[in-house]
């Protein structure tokens, strides 16, 4: 029989809570960082801090995290005398396995551990601090509602793909600007997300699109580019695995969506679980999921929108790629992650518009001044143009590839600040923003920027380059790659091998 806990759900909270603060400071990892890393929840500590309920199967994600960390300082802490099992194991249970503390291994040696690649945009405070002080988003959301002047939709719907829809404001602002010029015509958008805050903070900025566009629906997606397009795993174990959830809004108003938007949590908490590549670094999911969203009162109209499990065609009108990949990745792995999968669903006429950056501007100035070598950016819209006709051989003759001119490719965003900032003696928050937008962007490491910082250095540096130029701004590159409207059929070898509806329900 079970031992029943000695403590109430709040005491077992608590104690959670002082097990995770003890590891971070144990390990010197931020709580946003564990909470990702373990739970793939960013604001897990903050939640539980203010009295959010957490299930078993989350509790039990935790204490697994916690062990195996504390297995790669010491080996003989991974037996099977630690590892949680059944509910008779629950971790706030008398009769729960004892999982050591990590302060119980700080004293012995650590063990050498396999470091795996870093990933920059990881890094989610360097992240909200670059968008909240610079209108990147803004300049490439604007960008990307030019292209809709070359957009020619037929029914069903214009169909939309959205590349790494982040927070959702470049999306939110796309379709406002679609509803402006396609008033009546239905929607159908597909965004790809890996991370479960961006999600949140993306169906957060859904619920107008809704009210304003009725006839919209909105699919969010954590497959890879080479499967996202489709809605479909490109193998046929994870497509029966495909975690399909439709949500149905009801009501008539944005206040009544955004509640009911909120209210599917947990179903992206289960969705959006990841783990971490060990090749590459990069988070891969665990489960693929799809979310599709719409009106129940325009379920009649939207009836040949809204996606079937694996009878996506792709065919859209138009794609946005802004910022996709890390700089410093070779034209070949871009091309043939990115940029060919997303090519390859382009409907006739399609446009797809990719956004990077391109530095020859005052942030990379500051970087320079620190790092005279440094050089990230060494990847041009040309070469990839070059590299992605070849990757698609033959069939690059439907495609139109447009570089452009630097005058109208060249996309310059600032960072924003008062008049008066920029004076003789710069505000420290100024400066720090500055130097936080610099390095995010050239995308440098935290172990390299630690010396800089110790020093002091960036901040004469930062003062000099904002007072040199009375502010600070930086540049993306832009390229389009289109479809040609007499252009033949993909035909099969353009799509993902992914089993037909029947293969899956079988």
Not at 450 to 456: L, N
Request: aromatic share 8%; net charge neutral.
């Amino acid at each position: 029989m079970q031992t029943q806990p000695s403590s109430g759900p709040q005491d077992s909270i608590r104690s959670l809570l002082t097990d995770i603060e003890n590891f971070c400071r144990s390990y010197d990892m931020a709580e946003t960082t564990f909470g990702r890393q373990a739970v793939n929840d960013g604001k897990l500590c903050q939640r539980l801090r203010t009295g959010k309920g957490i299930t078993v199967n989350t509790v039990y994600k935790i204490q697994d995290f916690i062990r195996k960390k504390n297995a790669l300082s010491n080996p003989l802490l991974l037996t099977p005398d630690t590892t949680a099992t059944s509910d008779s194991a629950h971790p706030y249970s008398k009769t729960a396995k004892t999982v050591a503390s990590p302060r119980s291994t700080l004293n012995s040696e650590p063990a050498p551990a396999k470091r795996r690649p870093f990933r920059f945009y990881d890094n989610r405070q360097k992240y909200l601090g670059f968008v909240n002080t610079c209108d990147e988003k803004w300049k490439v959301a604007e960008r990307a509602a030019h292209e809709l002047s070359h957009v020619q939709p037929v029914p069903p719907a214009l169909r939309i793909f959205d590349a790494g829809v982040g927070d959702g404001s470049v999306l939110s602002y796309l379709l406002r600007a679609t509803h402006q010029k396609f008033p009546t015509i239905p929607f159908f958008v597909v965004g790809k997300e890996i991370s479960l805050e961006d999600v949140r903070l993306c169906l957060d900025n859904l619920p107008d699109r809704f009210a304003e566009h009725p006839a919209s629906v909105i699919c969010i997606t954590n497959l890879f580019y080479s499967e996202a397009p489709w809605l479909m795993p490109g193998n046929m174990a994870a497509a029966a695995a495909l975690n399909w959830h439709e949500v149905s809004l009801q009501g008539s108003s944005a206040q009544e969506y955004g509640e009911q938007l909120q209210a599917i949590d947990d179903i992206l908490v289960d969705g959006w679980e990841v783990k971490v590549s060990e090749k590459t670094g990069n988070p891969r999911y665990v489960r693929p999921s799809v979310l599709v969203i719409f009106r129940e009162d325009n379920r009649f109209l939207l009836d040949s929108v809204i996606p079937r499990r694996g009878q996506v065609c792709g065919d859209y009108d138009l794609i946005l790629a802004a910022q996709p990949w890390r700089a410093r990745m070779s034209a070949r792995f871009k091309v043939e992650k990115v940029l060919a999968p997303l090519v390859r669903s382009l409907g006739p006429g399609g446009r797809l518009l990719a956004v990077q950056s391109a530095g020859n501007d005052p942030g990379m100035e500051l970087v320079n001044l620190i790092w005279p070598d440094e050089n990230p950016f060494q990847v041009s819209r040309h070469d990839l143009l070059k590299a992605l006709k070849n990757k698609l051989g033959r069939a690059a003759s439907n495609y139109n590839f447009n570089a452009g001119s630097d005058n109208k490719s060249i996309i310059k965003y600032e960072m924003k600040t008062l008049p008066t900032e920029i004076a003789d003696s710069i505000g420290t928050s100024t400066l720090f923003a500055a130097w936080n937008a610099s390095t995010y962007v050239a995308q440098i490491e935290d172990d390299r920027l630690q010396p800089a910082v110790a020093s002091g250095a960036y901040l004469e540096a930062t003062e000099k380059v904002l007072q040199k130029h009375n502010g600070i701004w930086f540049h993306d590159e832009t390229f389009v790659v289109s479809r040609r409207r007499n252009s033949i059929a993909h035909g099969s070898s353009h799509t993902p091998t992914v089993p037909n509806h029947a293969q899956v329900a079988k």
